[in-house]
C-alpha cells in the first residue's frame, strides 16, 4: 500500500466509525418507555424487574429480565435495548414485562 492508499483507507476507516458512532448515538438517543405509557401498562412493563407485582404475575421469576428475553435487540450486558413490542423506543435491561419469553439457547 503506497502512501496516498494507505491515506485514503485510514480517511475510509475514519469515516466508517464515525457512521458507527451516529448509529449507536442514535440508539443512546431513542426514549426509554414509559411505564405508564398505555401498551406499557397493558403488559405490565415495569424497568426494574425486582417491582414487578407478584399478586397480578405470579409466574414472573426474578431471572426473568428483559436482557434475557427473546425480544430484546440489544446484547444481554446492554443497560437498555430495542423490544419489538416498543418499536422505536428502548427498554430497559433490568426490566420486565408479562410478554416475556425467555431467549433460546
Ligand atoms: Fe422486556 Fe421481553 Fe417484555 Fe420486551 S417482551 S418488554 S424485552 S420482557
Do not use: I
Not at 458512532?21 to 425486582?50: F, R
Not at 433490568?94 to 431467549?103: I, L, N, Q, R
Request: glycine share 8%.
Amino acid at each position: 500500500m503506497n502512501g496516498s492508499n494507505r491515506r485514503v483507507f485510514m480517511l475510509q476507516v475514519a469515516a466508517g466509525s464515525t457512521a458507527l458512532m451516529a448509529a449507536s448515538a442514535a440508539q443512546a438517543q431513542a426514549a426509554m418507555v414509559n411505564e405508564k405509557d398505555a401498551q406499557a401498562a397493558a403488559l405490565g412493563y415495569v424497568a426494574d424487574s425486582t417491582k414487578v407485582d407478584a399478586k397480578k404475575y405470579p409466574k414472573h421469576a426474578a431471572t426473568q429480565l428483559c436482557s434475557n428475553c427473546q425480544l430484546y435487540a440489544a446484547k444481554a450486558t446492554d443497560p437498555a435495548g430495542p423490544c419489538a413490542l416498543f418499536p422505536g423506543k428502548l427498554v430497559a435491561g433490568k426490566g420486565w414485562c408479562s410478554a416475556y419469553v425467555k431467549k433460546a439457547g
